[in-house]
């Protein structure tokens, strides 16, 4: 059983090895915090564990950190939990962002926006003096591509600017590339800027940077979730508490323990706030 906010007691969890290494992750990305820090926080599943801990960290250790969101769902949570959510145009530049990915490769491009906030994540990402992805094994391929790109585009004309993008695609030899508007409970699915977001299927992208800049190129197109010469540390958890840490000079593991108890504190804040949400 586990204590939470007013007092409420709730059931123990049970943990799937995800959660085990989302958790890990996560809780080592905390090495790289140090007062006074401006910092970019994420948005998705892994991410939140990261804002959860985060807030913990503040309060144990008294530190002072302000941060900006990447999404409305990361704000909330982030706020309810003690940590200090300002507009970025307040601090301008950050020290450091901390974020999942769907994919990342050897040279440590992403693919992003599978939680549908690729445009505030790109924005904080280049407003910030590094980058920090949290991840789990199976982020990390061989070629980014397997993943489905999502490429945030304007309400207004989005099957025309669907069409130029698969022509785009076409004629970078991306010829059995499919392109599908996405959903969410049988509505077209709306960012936070309120766009629209297209995800395409190219198994295997050959050339990130090149693809990034064609594809923003296009009428229509706001962003893409290629992220290139962005992040410079992947921190990759295995479900028993090793670490591996991957940076573009290479790789080295580390080892910490698993706090079950931490585990089942934080897994009750992030889903309280996913609840009123």
């Not at 992750?25 to 926080?41: P, Q, T, V």
């Not at 962002?97 to 906030?117: H, P, S």
């Amino acid at each position: 059983m586990v204590m939470f906010g007013s007092g409420v007691c709730l059931m123990s969890f049970t943990f799937s090895q995800n959660d085990k290494v989302k958790y890990a992750s996560a809780k080592f990305a905390l090495n790289f915090i140090k007062d006074g820090m401006k910092i970019g926080l994420g948005t998705g599943s892994t991410a939140s564990w990261f804002v959860v801990l985060l807030g913990d960290l503040i309060q144990l250790k008294g530190i002072n950190i302000s941060s900006v969101s990447t999404s409305k769902f990361t704000k909330k949570l982030a706020e309810s939990v003690g940590i200090e959510v300002l507009n970025l145009d307040e601090l301008i530049t950050l020290d450091l962002t901390v974020d999942g990915t769907d994919e990342f490769d050897d040279k440590l491009n992403l693919i992003k926006g599978g939680g549908g906030a690729l445009l505030q994540e790109k924005i904080v990402a280049s407003a910030s003096s590094e980058m920090i992805v949290i991840a789990d094994e199976s982020k990390c391929v061989d070629n980014l591509g397997n993943f489905p790109l999502p490429i945030e585009v304007v309400p207004f004309g989005v099957q025309s600017t669907k069409t130029l993008i698969d022509q785009l695609l076409y004629s970078l030899g991306y010829s059995e590339a499919l392109g599908v508007i996405r959903s969410k409970n049988d509505n077209v699915f709306i960012t936070d800027e309120s766009n629209n977001i297209i995800d395409y299927k190219l198994s295997k992208i050959e050339d990130a940077e090149k693809l990034s800049n064609e594809l923003n190129s296009l009428p229509g197109v706001v962003e893409n979730g290629i992220f290139v010469n962005l992040c410079s540390k992947v921190i990759v958890a295995e479900p028993n508490g090793n670490i591996v840490l991957h940076t573009t000079g290479g790789k080295a593991s580390k080892f910490q323990n698993l706090d079950i108890n931490e585990m089942n504190s934080l897994k009750a804040k992030i889903l309280e706030i996913q609840n009123e949400i």
